[in-house]
């Protein structure tokens, strides 16, 4: 799974050239990303961040953004609010179908207090919206928000949940003990098959980042582009034993061994412009081996030749090696 990284920015920041110094708003969603870092380091001038539809555990490394006013969280796997106090300029926050229980609803609302720009939040979709009264727990505790999960905060509803809010509290630690000795008794208890966990949207997004890695793949076998396995060179002998006669680039060659009876003079014509270092001469008593761009050229000699083996190299022209 990867994470946020710098590299991953600079290619998702095509719209601005990959230059990230200047970096004002990048999309980020739909990448498998498991955890927020580099942003922080690299886009301190960020102002619309869209993680959505990711794996994220956890707030984090966004504190020191201090231009960003609008973030998506939205379906991830965020169980807490936090890590935002710093984020002086945000005015917009999307945590559309998240893990927030009522368990961490309290501490969660509490870490927004700092953000006193905040207007628009959502929280919709998390287990915690399931309570009657998160609504207007939230509503009293935040004064700075005017729009909650889409819904305009007129006056006369602040005004009742201020008034709400002894009650609220009360019901809201019921909730949250209730929950946390409901975690206790299910510890160590199976899962059912199907349910919305994070260890389900982790294991989905798993198999969903597999996919889109071998769907790439495939594409780069299908221009060339795919990195092939080194070519096995082969050997100078056989299965059987026998010395290697091949001329796997088929290359024209030439081997004379009657002009002058004392030599044996063998030509193999190459490219013009080949690199000296693509090219691999060995000449021994009872054949002759050339190796071309790992394609080998291999001869048997028609008789032994001893001392005076000479082997020319000649990549001027391309009628002789």
Request: contains cysteine.
């Amino acid at each position: 799974m990867p994470r946020l990284t710098e590299e991953l920015i600079r290619k998702r920041a095509e719209h601005n050239e990959g230059v990230l110094s200047d970096l004002e708003e990048i999309a980020l969603h739909q990448q498998e990303i498991e955890g927020i870092e580099s942003l922080e380091a690299c886009c301190r001038h960020i102002k619309i961040l869209l993680l959505q539809n990711n794996i994220i555990p956890k707030m984090e490394g966004l504190n020191k953004l201090k231009e960003l006013e609008y973030l998506n969280l939205a379906l991830n796997n965020v169980s807490k609010i936090e890590g935002i106090d710093g984020c002086e300029s945000l005015k917009k926050l999307d945590l559309t179908v998240n893990f927030i229980t009522a368990e961490d609803l309290e501490e969660s609302v509490y870490n927004l207090k700092a953000n006193m720009m905040l207007e628009d939040l959502y929280l919709t979709g998390n287990p915690c919206a399931d309570w009657s009264g998160c609504r207007a727990y939230v509503v009293a505790h935040l004064p700075q928000l005017k729009q909650l999960d889409a819904k305009l905060i007129v006056p006369r509803e602040r005004i009742k949940a201020r008034q709400q809010l002894p009650r609220l509290q009360k019901e809201l630690e019921d909730l949250a003990q209730e929950a946390r000795l409901k975690r206790l008794r299910e510890l160590g208890q199976p899962v059912d098959e199907g349910a919305y966990t994070k260890e389900s949207r982790n294991e989905m997004y798993l198999e969903l980042a597999e996919q889109k890695a071998e769907k790439e793949r495939n594409e780069r076998r299908r221009m060339g582009a795919e990195p092939k396995e080194p070519r096995v060179v082969p050997g100078v002998h056989n299965a059987r034993g026998e010395i290697r006669q091949c001329n796997e680039g088929k290359y024209n060659f030439d081997l004379d061994d009657w002009t002058h009876p004392d030599k044996i003079v063998f030509e193999l014509a190459v490219p013009k412009y080949l690199d000296t270092s693509a090219l691999d001469v060995d000449v021994n008593p009872s054949y002759v081996r050339v190796v071309v761009k790992d394609k080998v050229t291999q001869l048997k000699l028609s008789a032994e030749v001893g001392g005076g083996i000479r082997s020319f190299r000649d990549l001027e022209n391309n009628e002789h090696p």
